[in-house]
């Protein structure tokens, strides 16, 4: 999206906003999305192993086996068999059988709470990747190397971009009083807990500041502002557990204030210098002071 739709307009940041809910887990999906597979040399992106979803482009030559294919689809038949694949293939490289891949899926099971709108909820916004690394710790690890080559590749093709590393909290991080008990019923029919969760997706955030550090991206530091926001309204919804407009606010304020405070020193086409003047679309710089001049454009690309 970002190279092929956004990058025509010249925008002077890059914004990822990576949840760090799920996006760890998510980042060693290999299901109907491009993902990292290891090389010699570090890293590489593969094209996507479709089974959730028809290749596009493929058209199939059999009716029969497209029918087939179309009832193994709608039945959740094709999908089970293809994550049981997949999840065995994991658990072989952490020296584990079919008995952790069985006993993960029961897990998932007990996650889900019909008391919630969308009874998958809890376990998309966040106890699947606590399960999933529960399950198979030595994934963690495989995780942060996948997010680490994902920043570094990201500016290494993007050199002269302002990139800037968005955490978004989970609604378990940032702990807003008082914990629905839907959340803690759930938990408390899973082999984790709520403290450990908490505990676990801090530490992940924190080490998103420290590749962020290493890699030459911007940090925002979203957790710190959602645990001050101090209005009436909840941060999350109690549905799905997505974030509610007040969290939306908060981090696009905390997201803009960490662009400003780097503003200065962005060498952009139409940003102001620290030369002479240099027009803009909307007007002409004066040579000083640069970091008074110019009305910021609309031109901060998102991702996430």
């Not at 408390?188 to 420290?210: F, H, K, N, S």
Request: with cysteine; net charge positive; hydrophobic share 40%.
């Amino acid at each position: 999206m970002f190279k092929k739709t956004l990058l025509k307009y010249h925008p002077d940041a890059f914004v990822l906003n990576l949840y760090t809910g799920n996006d760890f887990n998510d980042i060693l999906r290999v299901d109907d999305r491009p993902h990292f597979v290891r090389t010699d040399t570090g890293y590489a992106i593969a094209p996507p192993l479709w089974y959730r979803y028809d290749e596009p482009g493929v058209r199939r030559r059999s009716r029969v086996l497209y029918a087939l294919r179309l009832i193994a689809k709608h039945t959740g038949v094709q999908d089970f068999l293809q994550r049981i694949q997949v999840l065995r293939a994991v658990a072989a490289e952490q020296g584990k059988g079919l008995p952790t891949v069985l006993a993960y899926m029961n897990d998932l099971r007990k996650s889900a709470e019909p008391s919630v709108g969308y009874s998958g909820a809890l376990s998309a916004q966040m106890l699947n990747q606590q399960l999933f690394f529960h399950r198979f710790p030595e994934s963690r690890a495989e995780s942060v190397r996948r997010v680490r080559a994902l920043l570094q590749l990201i500016r290494r093709e993007n050199p002269g971009l302002v990139l800037m590393l968005s955490p978004l909290p989970s609604y378990q991080l940032v702990q807003e009083q008082p914990v629905d008990e839907a959340l803690l019923r759930t938990i408390a029919r899973l082999p984790i807990t709520y403290e450990g969760g908490v505990q676990e997706e801090r530490a992940l955030y924190d080490t998103l500041q420290v590749l962020a550090r290493d890699t030459g991206w911007l940090f925002v530091d979203n957790l710190r502002a959602l645990q001050a926001y101090k209005g009436p309204d909840r941060l999350y919804n109690s549905f799905d557990y997505h974030l509610l407009p007040p969290a939306s606010e908060t981090i696009g304020r905390a997201q803009a204030a960490a662009f400003l405070s780097v503003r200065p020193r962005v060498r952009a086409s139409g940003r102001c210098g620290s030369g002479g003047p240099r027009s803009t679309r909307r007007a002409q710089c004066p040579p000083t002071p640069p970091a008074h001049c110019c009305p910021l454009r609309s031109s901060v690309a998102t991702q996430g």
